[in-house]
């Protein structure tokens, strides 16, 4: 059974960062791409960033604009470091897993969920 945890998220001023994670557990990953998505309060989830586990491409979200880094290690941990953090990146973050090496963006291709970590911006 696939199981993504996440962990990391919390209270930051505005202007700080904070490095989210997402263990993943319960298969062999290398097949697969993981994305981090994000939900604010009365707002549709939207994308964040993905990365292939087979070759570590990566893609962004437009208005992440160079702010956040997505990376992974060799234990099925996937990362994501966001800096220079502004009160409308106040939301839920979502780690999920697709079949398929291509990092992408599309919310419904993406098969396996976690639970979400709260990620708060103060002004």
């Known amino acids: 059974q696939v199981q993504l945890v996440e962990s990391g998220g919390g209270l930051v001023q505005a202007g700080g960062s904070l490095r989210l994670s997402c263990a993943a557990s319960?298969?062999?990953?290398?097949?697969?791409?993981m994305g981090w998505f994000r939900q604010a309060p009365g707002k549709e989830r939207e994308f964040v960033a993905a990365i292939s586990w087979r070759d570590g491409s990566t893609y962004y979200a437009d208005y992440v604009n160079g702010r956040f880094s997505i990376s992974r290690d060799n234990k099925y941990t996937v990362y994501l470091q966001m800096n220079s953090l502004k009160p409308e990146d106040t939301a839920v973050y979502y780690c999920?897993?697709?079949?398929?090496?291509?990092?992408?963006?599309?919310?419904?291709?993406?098969?396996?969920w976690g639970r979400g970590t709260q990620v708060t911006v103060s002004s």
């Open positions: 999920a897993a697709k079949w398929g090496s291509i990092a992408s963006g599309g919310r419904n291709e993406y098969d396996y």
């Open positions: 319960g298969r062999t990953f290398s097949s697969y791409a």
